[in-house]
């Protein structure tokens, strides 16, 4: 791994990648980014596996330094606790192709992702029916074609990563502990080459 920021984890190996890719773990990592601090236990039920079996995942997550032990105050000393060590992911697929190896395995952990995307907005979507009207009205799903020369498309991203560090440090503003109306949103987007 490559320290770009301290909020930022950037995988650079395709060992790290290997790991990150199954989809058990990637969904345990993002559960302790939004969540917080957990046990194998705790995490366990929400991921419908045995404690055993989380451990064993969160072991390999924190082989990559992606979680890491937390201090947590409990009565349970056989409790172990765990925390994301950033709060995000990220890699430069443009640097890995010179890497046979690294570039599958980049495209593996894209596929798991791409996959717990569409599955959590599958989730989405059976849950519509059972959502406020007006969380509906506002949520957006669209896509558009756009032709754009490489500049446009960079320039693009910024704005895309400007828009969202944006909306990050509104939603930073709100207490999970109050009622002050702000829910989990997920946001997704994706802007590519057309092969």
């Known amino acids: 791994m490559t320290p ?72 349970d000393r056989r409790e172990r606790w765990w925390r994301a060590t950033t709060a995000l992911t990220s890699w430069e697929p443009a640097e890995l192709l010179d890497d ?13 992702i791409a996959q717990a995307y569409a599955a959590r907005f599958t989730e989405y979507i059976d849950a519509t029916p059972t959502l406020p009207r007006e969380w509906v009205a506002a949520g957006a799903s669209s896509d558009r074609s756009l032709r754009l020369t490489v500049d446009e498309l960079t320039a693009m991203r910024a704005e895309l990563e400007a828009l969202t560090e944006r909306w990050l440090q509104a939603s930073a503003t709100h207490d999970p502990a109050t009622s002050d109306g702000a829910e989990p949103v997920v946001l997704v987007y994706q802007a590519y080459r057309r092969p």
Do not use: F
């Open 4 to 75: 770009v920021d301290p909020s930022r984890t950037t995988l650079s190996s395709a060992t790290s990648m290997r790991v990150l890719a199954h989809p058990t773990r990637l969904r345990l990592l993002g559960l302790l980014r939004e969540r917080g601090p957990q046990t194998a236990a705790q995490l366990g039920d929400v991921v419908d596996e045995a404690p055993g079996t989380v451990s064993y995942h969160l072991a390999k997550l924190a082989s990559i330094d992606l979680i890491e032990p937390a201090d947590v105050a409990s009565t």
């Open 100 to 112: 046979p190896d690294t570039l599958m395995a980049s495209s593996g952990l894209q596929k798991s």
